[in-house]
Nanobody, 119 residues
Framework: QLQASGGGLVQPGGSLRLSCAASGSIFSINFMAWYRQAPGKQRELVAIIGSDGSTNYADSVKGRFTISRDNAKNLAYLQMDSLKPEDTAVYSC???????????????WGQGTQVTVSS
């Protein structure tokens, strides 16, 4: 129900934009977020955006990454600038949503997309 795209190989200092599309039966989306997991490390929250547009970022990406969303299209984006080798990881999107008016809020995950920062 969540589809992530936009990963790839980029040189240090470069930029990438990730997209997360929510599809299927969706009544309402609360938050949308991006996580990442590097080899041998725990998954970490990179950025999150609420339904009101409020945002929060991991300290390691503040000032370099920007999360945004298009509520009309059920899309979330992660603009990543000034990329560093330590940003290399599999990035996954996550959302809290209700698939129907009377359904409960649940968390959904998209498949990961690989981001590699290397010269």
């Amino acid at each position: 129900q969540l589809q992530a795209s936009g990963g790839g190989l980029v040189q240090p200092g470069g930029s990438l934009r990730l997209s997360c599309a929510a599809s299927g039966s969706i009544f309402s989306i609360n938050f949308m977020a991006w996580y990442r997991q590097a080899p041998g490390k725990q998954r970490e929250l990179v950025a999150i955006i609420g339904s009101d547009g409020s945002t929060n970022y991991a300290d390691s990406v503040k000032g370099r990454f920007t999360i945004s969303r298009d509520n009309a299209k059920n899309l979330a984006y992660l603009q990543m600038d000034s990329l560093k080798p330590e940003d290399t990881a599999v990035y996954s999107c996550n959302a809290g949503l209700k698939p129907g008016r009377y359904a409960t809020w649940s968390q959904y995950w998209g498949q990961g997309t690989q981001v590699t920062v290397s010269s």
